[in-house]
């Protein structure tokens, strides 16, 4: 990946962000915290990894996504906005009555999106069935989901992961988001799910830790999942929740909450701030 | 008199789900080790490659149902109805019925002809489940004939079907020559205006027997087949309501939730009748020969004809 690459991928993740806040602050609700740690990544898969046409949402052979965290759909959506799968002008009508853009994902009205999710722990299931049907049909389709770090407590997770094991799921890449933080505090008080690293490999997992901000570490990442034979891969990113936002950074109170007014203004000017920055960088 | 053939309809399950196969390539089934039960395993047998055991996890394997069927297979995900409608209930509910997922969940082991395993097998609550969501078609079908008519029928139907077969081998009733079969539609079995007895799976024999009996003493019962259980057939309950003035309705299932309450509600709003519902009422099944337990439970063609007399004393 070259500098420019790189570059052009942050100033993405940077509109990825604001079209989080301005989603949720004209939701009046919604998660943000999630959606920014998650930022980048979304941001990756959307303008790197994945072969998707947002012209063509539903072509057959296209890789899918399946946010198995659905809460973050702040962040799908200004991801899809922003590549160009419907107006970034629409981020804000999210959560609002008869908006196309409901409070989590839904694959019947929002072009782009995969499946419909946000009761947790279900996501990773119906993509691990996505990725069996393909290798039953030989089709050469990557299957990404997306889940958290709370959301692993979901026995219906490890169901998941023993079925995409046992069917040698190899297209299947489940990346989790350890973000250390779900709505009642730090994962590791709430309940623990570390070591996630070793229950992984025990589950027969081609196992990859990254830092989930960097968009080297994830161009290796899935170098890695595509070039692995005979078992799927799990990318475990550590983010920083809230990140791209002062007052939000590691604070559990923004994980499902969203900006006021004066907030907004906050924030906004942050991430305008880094835009402008990355943007001059760029030249 | 000939023997009366009887088949278990996960048996038929088992055998049309070959015949699709063998029409179909898009069929896929999906099992939570319990194949040789829910007789899946006579698919595994013809189509390996396209049987896929799930291990004992029901609530990833209807989830994974719902992922296959977006890559445009038709998947049919079969356990037993406790699990498939009840433990993976929420999957079934947000994983296929909200985005309208084009899944037929194969559930066998309904009702507590189950017999022997008791009331921690026997599902009564499954009816009222899948009733309760949205675009879900739910079929209980009443003999062989019929089984494998509604699987097929459920390959054919574009969204979400729930099918729920018995353990138990009961009676062929339907004559498969003649036998026409459409969701959504309800059969009338015999003529009569003076009660109608309206039924669903294997007490739809039971209701025949009734009406045999009633008729011996000048009683023109008139029994009707509700396959389709959602969307309801208001026409053929409306009439048959008009037409004889009292119903009885009859079902393997708890009394709340199921076939009767949906004629309840039906009748209520646009044509009161006087209605008793048969069914299991409000308790726990348990162990025991599963035509003892029918018979106990009151799920038996002597009761249906007790009920008919007393409510036309």
């Known amino acids: ?283 | 008199m000939s023997e009366i053939k009887k088949v278990a309809t996960r048996e038929s399950y088992g055998k049309a789900l070959v015949e699709l196969g063998k029409e179909h390539e898009d069929v896929v089934v999906l099992d939570a080790d319990l194949a040789a039960a829910t007789k899946t395993s006579t698919f595994r047998k013809a189509f390996p490659e396209r049987h896929f055991d799930c291990g004992i996890a029901e609530c990833n394997m209807i989830a994974a149902a719902a992922g296959m069927s977006t890559m445009g297979l038709v998947p049919f995900a079969s356990s037993f109805a406790m699990f498939a409608a009840g433990r993976a209930f929420e999957q079934v509910r947000n994983s296929i019925g909200y985005p309208q997922l084009n899944v037929k969940i194969g559930a066998t082991h309904g009702g507590i002809s189950v017999g022997e395993d008791g009331a921690s097998h026997q599902c009564c609550e499954d009816f009222a489940l899948m009733r309760s969501i949205p675009g879900m078609v739910v079929l209980c079908p009443s003999d062989d004939v019929e089984a494998r008519a509604a699987v097929k029928a459920a390959y054919y139907h574009q969204g979400p079907v729930y099918l729920r077969f018995g353990r138990l081998a009961i009676p062929v009733f339907h004559d498969e020559e003649t036998f026409k079969f459409e969701i959504g539609k309800g059969e009338q079995l015999t003529e009569g205006s003076d009660i109608a007895i309206i039924a669903t799976g294997l007490m739809v024999d039971e209701a025949r027997k009734a009406a045999e009996a009633l008729k011996a003493e000048g009683i023109a019962a008139r029994v009707i087949n509700i396959c389709t259980i959602k969307p309801l057939d208001e026409e053929i309950i409306l009439k048959a309501a008009k037409e004889c003035g009292k119903v009885i309705t009859c079902e393997e299932h708890s009394i709340i939730g199921g076939l009767g309450e949906a004629v309840a509600a039906l009748l209520a709003e646009k044509h009161p009748t006087i209605m008793r519902r048969i069914g299991v009422n409000d308790e726990f099944g348990h162990s025991g020969p599963a035509w003892d337990l029918l018979k106990q439970f009151g799920l038996s063609a002597e009761n249906i004809a007790n009920v008919a007399r007393e409510m036309l004393k």
């Open chain 1, 1 to 283: 990946m070259t500098n420019q690459e790189k570059k052009a991928l942050a100033v993405m993740a940077c509109k990825v962000r604001m079209g989080v806040i301005e989603s949720t602050h004209g939701a009046k609700a919604g998660h943000p915290g999630g959606s920014l740690s998650a930022a980048d990544m979304f941001t990756y898969l959307y303008n790197k990894e994945m072969r998707i046409d947002p012209a063509n949402p539903k072509a057959e052979g296209r890789d899918r996504f399946v946010l198995s965290k659905g809460h973050t759909a702040p962040g799908l959506y200004s991801t899809l906005a922003n590549r160009g799968f419907f107006p970034v002008e629409d981020l804000p009508t999210l959560r609002h009555i008869d908006s196309y853009l409901q409070g989590h994902p839904n694959m019947v009205t929002v072009p782009g999106v995969d499946m419909s999710t946000g009761s947790l722990g279900q996501g990773v299931s119906v993509a691990a069935g996505m990725a069996k049907a393909a290798k039953f049909q030989q089709r050469d389709v990557n299957v990404y989901t997306l889940l958290g770090d709370g959301e692993i407590a979901e026995g219906e997770v490890w169901e998941a992961f023993l079925f995409a094991a046992h069917y040698k799921l190899d297209n299947f890449c489940a990346i989790i988001d350890l973000n250390g933080l779900q709505i009642d505090g730090r994962t590791c008080d709430v309940m623990n799910t570390a070591p996630v690293s070793d229950k992984m490999a025990a589950f027969g997992f081609n196992v990859i830790e990254i830092d989930g901000h960097s968009f080297d570490d994830m161009e290796a990442a899935f170098a890695a999942f595509k070039a692995c034979e005979g078992k799927p891969t799990a990318i475990l990113m550590k983010t920083t929740k809230g990140k791209g936002v002062s007052y939000m950074t590691n604070s559990v109170d923004w994980h499902g909450k969203a900006p006021n007014d004066a907030e907004y203004e906050v924030a906004m000017g942050e991430l305008r701030a880094q835009l402008a920055e990355l943007e001059a960088a760029n030249e």
